[in-house]
């Protein structure tokens, strides 16, 4: 038999389980189904010193755990799976994980986002001890350091500035000798001083894996194939994010980069809506995401008291049904 609720919030990120504890304390009764990823992000992070109410910060980890248990308190259920479908079209909702199925009046989608990262398997064994994909999150540790960021675009040179603020030294990195960056964004970070091109490049290694810490990095020359070795205290990636937002591709509308589109937390689809990195394509913290976790949650909580009340028609198929592509363009006939 499927499992019938109110609520059911995919993903369990700052986004996903801030919704939660909201809906919980609503009396919603909500379902998480956590993702491979559960935590999201912050559970491959270290010190986390920019959430309020830890003066002391606290690790990555070990905050997600906190926000789960507070959930978990409150009476939020869970499912320790991945979603595998999803089915919008009408309502309940449907979602299907490898071992259960899912019919729900309401969705928050709170799926998250995924940094793209250069592939080097040092690259993966130093994240969070030297290397970051968030200058915003971690450039205060790496005062007085030597930095190198990978990009390219309006990102990286936006926290190539921004590291100036604290390392000595920032060395951009980047595969071509033209940029996707803005000509101001470019301007601004060819002039400030503490920055430094290296063109036709890429990052060929990060040292040391042997001493859990950024020691340094060997860059290729892409023209020449040249091999050089340099210090470093810390390397960010600024090559781009992907919203895990391909489930729901042809269903809900989204933009050109796969982010789903709101109005506020709201989708193209009533009664569904979307929280924290997968609709946000500027901030990706996860105070901001949690933020939206909240009003997604206030706004489900609103829309099944619409709902109980007989002002939103029940176990309905919208008009779109038979036209996914107008959902998607977020068409409501």
Same mark, same amino acid.
Not at 48 to 58: A, D, L, Q, T
Not at 108 to 123: C, N, P, R, V, Y
Not at 247 to 258: A, D, S, T, V
Not at 288 to 296: I, K, L, N, V
């Given at each position: 038999?499927?499992?019938?609720?109110?609520?059911?919030?995919?993903?369990?990120?700052?986004?996903?389980?801030?919704?939660?504890?909201?809906?919980?304390?609503?009396?919603?009764?909500?379902?998480?189904? +956590? !993702?491979?990823?559960?935590?999201? +992000?912050?559970?491959?992070?270290?010190?986390?010193?920019?959430?309020?109410?830890f003066p002391n910060g606290i690790?990555?980890?070990?905050?997600?755990?906190?926000?789960?248990? +507070?959930?978990?308190?409150?009476?939020? @259920?869970?499912?320790?799976?991945?979603?595998?479908?999803?089915?919008?079209?009408?309502?309940?909702?449907?979602?299907?994980?490898?071992?259960?199925?899912?019919?729900?009046?309401?969705?928050?989608?709170?799926?998250?986002?995924?940094?793209? *990262?250069?592939?080097?398997?040092?690259?993966?064994?130093?994240?969070?001890?030297?290397?970051s994909a968030c200058a915003t999150?971690?450039?205060?540790?790496?005062?007085?350091?030597?930095?190198?960021?990978?990009?390219?675009?309006?990102?990286?040179?936006?926290?190539?500035?921004?590291?100036?603020?604290?390392?000595?030294?920032?060395?951009?990195?980047?595969?071509?000798?033209?940029?996707?960056?803005?000509?101001?964004?470019?301007?601004?970070?060819?002039?400030?001083?503490?920055?430094?091109?290296?063109?036709?490049?890429?990052?060929?290694?990060?040292?040391?894996?042997?001493?859990?810490?950024?020691?340094?990095?060997?860059?290729?020359?892409?023209?020449?194939?040249?091999? %050089?070795?340099?210090?470093?205290? !810390?390397?960010?990636?600024?090559?781009?994010?992907?919203?895990? %937002?391909?489930?729901?591709? !042809?269903?809900?509308?989204?933009?050109?980069?796969?982010?789903?589109?709101?109005?506020?937390?709201?989708?193209?689809?009533?009664?569904?809506?979307?929280?924290g990195d997968v609709q946000d394509?500027?901030?990706?913290?996860?105070?901001?995401?949690?933020?939206?976790?909240?009003?997604?949650?206030?706004?489900?909580? *609103?829309?099944?008291?619409?709902?109980?009340?007989?002002?939103?028609?029940?176990? %309905?198929?919208?008009?779109?049904?038979?036209?996914? @592509?107008?959902?998607?363009?977020?068409?409501?006939?």
């Amino acid at each position: 038999m499927p499992i019938r609720k109110k609520l059911t919030i995919l993903g369990s990120g700052a986004a996903g389980l801030t919704a939660a504890i909201y809906a919980a304390r609503a009396n919603l009764e909500p379902l998480v189904i +956590q !993702g491979l990823q559960a935590g999201g +992000q912050l559970t491959i992070t270290t010190d986390v010193e920019n959430f309020p109410g830890f003066p002391n910060g606290i690790l990555g980890p070990q905050l997600m755990e906190e926000m789960h248990k +507070q959930a978990e308190r409150f009476g939020t @259920q869970f499912i320790y799976d991945n979603a595998e479908s999803v089915d919008l079209t009408k309502t309940p909702f449907v979602i299907k994980t490898s071992g259960e199925e899912v019919h729900s009046d309401t969705v928050i989608i709170g799926t998250g986002a995924q940094a793209k *990262w250069l592939g080097l398997d040092s690259e993966q064994k130093l994240m969070g001890r030297g290397v970051s994909a968030c200058a915003t999150c971690d450039g205060f540790f790496f005062r007085d350091k030597i930095v190198f960021i990978v990009g390219g675009g309006d990102t990286a040179m936006e926290e190539a500035v921004f590291l100036t603020r604290f390392a000595t030294s920032v060395t951009l990195v980047h595969r071509r000798d033209t940029f996707r960056a803005s000509k101001i964004m470019v301007d601004r970070a060819m002039k400030n001083p503490k920055i430094k091109m290296c063109l036709n490049s890429t990052i060929d290694e990060i040292f040391d894996v042997s001493k859990n810490e950024v020691t340094g990095v060997r860059i290729r020359n892409l023209q020449t194939g040249e091999l %050089s070795e340099h210090p470093a205290d !810390g390397v960010f990636i600024a090559i781009g994010h992907h919203p895990n %937002s391909d489930l729901f591709k !042809g269903q809900i509308k989204m933009n050109e980069n796969g982010y789903i589109e709101t109005d506020g937390v709201k989708t193209s689809i009533p009664g569904v809506f979307a929280a924290g990195d997968v609709q946000d394509e500027i901030y990706k913290q996860a105070v901001t995401a949690a933020g939206t976790g909240c009003a997604a949650a206030l706004e489900a909580q *609103w829309y099944l008291e619409k709902l109980e009340a007989g002002l939103i028609p029940s176990n %309905s198929e919208p008009a779109n049904k038979a036209n996914p @592509q107008k959902a998607a363009a977020g068409v409501h006939e």
